[in-house]
Nanobody, 114 residues
Framework: QVQLVESGGGLVQPGGSLRLSCVAS????????MGWYRQAPGKQRELVAD???????NYADSVKGRFIISRDNRKNTVYLEMNSLKPEDTAVYYC????????WGQGTQVTVSS
């Protein structure tokens, strides 16, 4: 049973930055495409970025040029660096494979507000 634990969220002013981390336990992490998803209040969960071990990273248009996904397979960890944050980035952020195959973690709340 894979467990996903996200961290690094918080309250940040518009234009600020945050770095999220997600640790996956109990699986062969490196073989999967890993993704960061987010769910804003009243909206469906959406994929914002994904990254295979080898190959091209992909970003949703809404975060392209501002967010950077990276991974460390030795640590079973995927990261999301978020820059130039906007109020519309406010959401709970989750990681999972793409497509999602593991149980969702608790997520980490990101709130962008002045």
């Amino acid at each position: 049973q894979v467990q996903l634990v996200e961290s690094g969220g918080g309250l940040v002013q518009p234009g600020g930055s945050l770095r999220l981390s997600c640790v996956a336990s109990g699986s062969i992490f490196s073989i999967y495409v890993m993704g960061w998803y987010r769910q804003a209040p009243g909206k469906q969960r959406e994929l914002v970025a994904d990254m295979p071990t080898f190959g091209r990273t992909n970003y949703a248009d809404s975060v392209k040029g501002r967010f950077i996904i990276s991974r460390d397979n030795r640590k079973n960890t995927v990261y999301l660096e978020m820059n130039s944050l906007k109020p519309e980035d406010t959401a709970v952020y989750y990681c999972n494979t793409k497509p999602e195959r593991w149980a969702w973690g608790q997520g980490t709340q990101v709130t962008v507000s002045s």
